[in-house]
């Protein structure tokens, strides 16, 4: 079974705190997205990437870097977590063609404190 | 500006019935339009991929419409069953990379 796997389900980080969220594809598919999701906002693209070490900034890029060295790994790094980045955050990947759905992980629910 | 709307919050039906669920956009030219179920505390599940050029596409149960001159897409669900109760989320794409996500509708069968 094809799979997104997101490193944690649950996370509990402090304000200021450099936090990392691993997410991996077995799939082989180019394009890999983060997502953060808060009720009534819907789902919002933070960073995608269609390929190793490229990387594009979605709509709320503010505060969030990625790391894309292998076709199959991308990370998002909060650089100094603050209380407004508790979420939900998802990952997922696709191939690089219109038409595709996407694969979604798990999640990660993030609480900083 | 860009909108995605679904078009209630929430929607309770009757086990057994037809769910029938909308999705309008406004200043979009998706040539394809995904819809996807999500359950509380998980990832969405891509469900169905409807294009432009199609007007139906069904998968077991499930029916989608797409009108292009609309601006809109119908998801129905036949034959409703309380397992199908979940978030469903209208995602309009114009590219591999450019996928727009509705708020979703949260649908309750009851039995």
């Known amino acids: 079974d094809v799979k997104v796997t997101q490193s944690s389900r649950y996370l509990v980080k402090r304000t200021g705190e450099k936090v990392f969220l691993e997410c991996v594809q077995d799939?082989?598919?180019?394009?890999m997205f983060w997502y953060r999701q808060d009720p009534g906002l819907g789902l919002r693209l933070i960073y995608f990437?269609?390929?190793?070490?490229?990387?594009e900034k979605g709509d709320i890029p503010e505060g969030y870097s990625v790391s894309r060295e292998k076709k199959e790994r991308f990370s998002l790094i909060l650089e100094s977590a603050s209380t407004n980045q508790t979420s939900m955050y998802l990952c997922?990947?696709?191939?690089?063609?219109?038409?595709?759905?996407?694969?979604f992980g798990s999640g990660t629910r993030l609480t900083v404190v | 500006s860009q909108k995605i709307e679904q078009n209630s919050e929430a929607l309770n039906i009757q086990e057994g019935k037809t769910a029938t669920l909308t999705c309008n956009y406004t200043?979009?030219?998706?040539?394809?339009l995904q819809w996807y179920r999500q359950d509380p505390g998980r990832g969405p599940v891509f469900l169905l991929l409807i294009r432009e050029n199609e007007k139906e596409k069904r998968k077991e149960r499930l029916k989608v419409t797409f009108d292009t001159t609309l601006k809109q897409s119908l998801f129905h669900i036949t034959a409703s069953q309380p397992a199908d109760s979940a978030t469903y989320l209208c995602a309009p794409q114009t590219g591999a990379n450019n996928l727009f996500f509705g708020t979703g509708t949260r649908l309750t069968v009851i039995p």
């Open positions: 799939m082989d598919h180019e394009n």
């Open positions: 200043n979009y030219s998706p040539a394809y």
């Open positions: 997922a990947s696709s191939f690089n063609s219109r038409g595709y759905g996407y694969t």
């Open positions: 990437s269609y390929d190793v070490k490229m990387k």
